[in-house]
């Protein structure tokens, strides 16, 4: 999915995406959806900048610092309970905790 995410930026000479999309539980949308995530995040990753719900303004952030060449990716403020060693958080990158929906990640969050 990468690779043809990289083809689609190429030939629209996009210098950052903000995207948005769902589907239906089950449908064929949101099993394309959910390879298009891990391709954003390969994008993001190789430092293209790419931002989740449409976020125009953080996608220009992330072209900014791209730009100044210090780079990083952006998430929402989340609370964090240093006590114990939880947060939430809702994220555009990739991440391993768990969603702020399903309840707070643990460990090294």
Not at 40 to 46: E, I, P, Q, R, V
């Amino acid at each position: 999915m990468a690779v043809a995410l990289d083809k689609f930026i190429d030939q629209h000479e996009l210098d950052g995406l903000a995207y948005y999309y769902e589907g239906q539980p089950d449908s064929p949308v949101r099993k394309l959806a959910t390879n298009l995530i891990v391709g954003n995040s390969l994008l993001t990753a190789a430092g293209f900048p790419m931002c989740g719900e449409s976020d125009l303004k953080t996608c220009v952030a992330m072209l900014i610092m791209d730009r100044l060449e210090i780079g990083g990716s952006f998430a929402e403020f989340h609370p964090v309970d240093f006590a114990e060693g939880s947060s939430w958080s809702a994220t555009t990158a990739p991440t391993t905790s768990t969603s702020p929906r399903a309840g707070p990640c643990c460990g090294a969050c």
